[in-house]
C-alpha cells in the first residue's frame, strides 16, 4: 500500500503513514491503518477508526454510514489490498487527533462527522502554493495565445478536464487548463490574451458558486448558495422533491442526484445559463463562452452557450 507495514502481538497487519515526516505535509497527521482477516459476506470491508470521519447526509457520493474516503482513494485502497491477500480482510483506517482537526473544516456542516476524510479524486496529493497554482493557471493560458490559439477550456479538476478533452478532443492540450478554484482569474486572463471562445466545464457545485456571482470558489472562500438552487428549482416548475432537495443538504450534489432521479435536468439548464451570465458579466463580455455541466461520472449533461441550449448528445 506504500506504507511501513508492522505486525502486533495479535498477528494484525498495522500499517503507519506519518505526515509529520514529510516535509510537504504541515498538518502533522498520522495515518495507520489495521488490517485483519476476513470482512463482511466474503468483501474487503473499510472502516472508519478514530479520527476518520463517517458519512451522515447524502450528497457526498458515498453512501450514509460509510467512512469518508472518497470513491477514487477506496478504489486505490481495495486494489493494494487486493494484490497482496486472497482472502476479504477488514480494513480500520485511524488518525489520532482527526476528530480536532476535523473541526477547523467544514465536514460537520456536510455531514462528516467523527473526524476527517480521505480526499482525492485522482488519490494522488500534489501539493502547491495558492500563488503558484494560480501563476500556472495564467501561464498556461499565456502559452495558449503565444501559440496562436483563440479557443480556451478551463476544468476545475481531473474529472472535468477529461470530460472537455472528450468534447474538444481535436484542441491541443495546451488549450484545456485545470484551474481549480481560480475560474476568476482565468476568465479574465483569457479576455486579456485575447481568445475568441471560452469554454468552462465544471460540475454542480463550482457552477452553483459562478452563477451566484462567486469567482473565487475555495470552500474556504464560499459556501453553495443552496436557497439559489432551491429558487432554480421553482422557476423551473420541477417537482416538490427537487425543491426540498436544493436545502436539504448544505451541497450542490444532493440537489444534482435528485434532478436525476426525476428525470429533470430544467433546473440544471437554468443553473447552467445563470453561471454563463456571472462569468461574462465578470469577464466584461469579451469572448464567446460557453458553459458546460458535467455529471459527477464525467458525462456531458447540459451546454449552455453553444448554438443555443441543449442538452447533451
Not at 2 to 15: E, L
Not at 32 to 48: I, P
Not at 121 to 133: A, D, H, K, L, N
Request: charged share 20%; glycine share 12%; hydrophobic share 45%.
Amino acid at each position: 500500500m506504500g506504507f511501513p507495514v508492522g505486525w502486533d502481538s495479535a498477528g494484525r497487519a498495522v500499517v503507519v503513514k506519518d505526515a509529520g515526516d514529510d516535509p510537504d505535509c504541515t498538518n502533522g497527521a498520522r495515518l495507520t491503518a489495521e488490517v485483519r482477516v476476513g470482512g463482511h459476506d466474503g468483501e474487503t470491508v473499510l472502516r472508519a477508526g478514530e479520527g476518520i470521519g463517517t458519512i451522515t447526509k447524502p450528497g457526498l457520493g458515498l453512501a450514509v454510514g460509510e467512512p469518508a474516503i472518497n470513491p477514487v482513494p477506496r478504489r486505490m485502497i481495495l486494489a493494494a489490498l487486493a494484490e497482496i491477500r486472497i482472502e476479504p480482510v477488514e480494513v480500520t483506517f485511524s488518525v489520532p487527533d482527526g476528530e480536532a482537526m476535523a473541526a477547523e473544516t467544514t465536514n460537520a456542516r456536510l455531514g462528516i462527522l467523527g473526524g476527517i476524510s480521505i480526499l482525492g479524486t485522482s488519490g494522488i496529493v500534489r501539493p502547491f502554493s495558492t500563488s503558484s497554482y494560480r501563476a500556472s493557471v495564467v501561464q498556461q493560458i499565456d502559452v495558449a495565445a503565444a501559440q496562436g490559439e483563440r479557443t480556451v477550456v478551463l476544468a476545475t479538476g481531473a474529472r472535468s478536464e477529461a470530460a472537455a478533452a472528450g468534447l474538444y478532443p481535436a484542441l491541443d492540450p495546451v488549450c484545456l487548463v485545470e484551474v481549480g478554484d481560480f475560474t476568476g482569474i482565468a476568465l479574465r486572463r483569457a479576455a486579456h490574451a485575447g481568445m475568441h471562445k471560452v469554454v468552462f466545464v465544471g460540475m454542480a457545485g463550482k457552477l452553483t458558486k459562478l452563477a451566484a456571482g462567486v469567482m473565487m470558489t475555495h470552500f474556504h472562500h464560499s459556501e453553495v448558495d443552496t436557497s439559489l438552487l432551491a429558487s432554480l428549482a421553482i422557476e423551473a416548475g420541477a417537482p416538490q422533491a427537487v425543491v426540498k432537495a436544493a436545502t436539504a443538504t448544505a451541497t450542490a450534489r444532493h440537489f444534482f442526484d435528485a434532478c436525476m432521479a426525476h428525470d429533470c435536468l430544467d433546473p440544471l439548464a437554468l443553473l447552467c445559463e445563470r453561471a454563463r451570465a456571472a462569468c461574462l458579466a465578470y469577464a466584461g463580455s469579451r469572448f464567446e463562452l460557453e458553459v458546460v455541466l458535467a455529471g459527477y461520472d464525467g458525462s456531458i449533461l447540459w451546454r449552455a452557450g453553444a448554438p443555443g441550449i441543449s442538452p447533451a448528445g
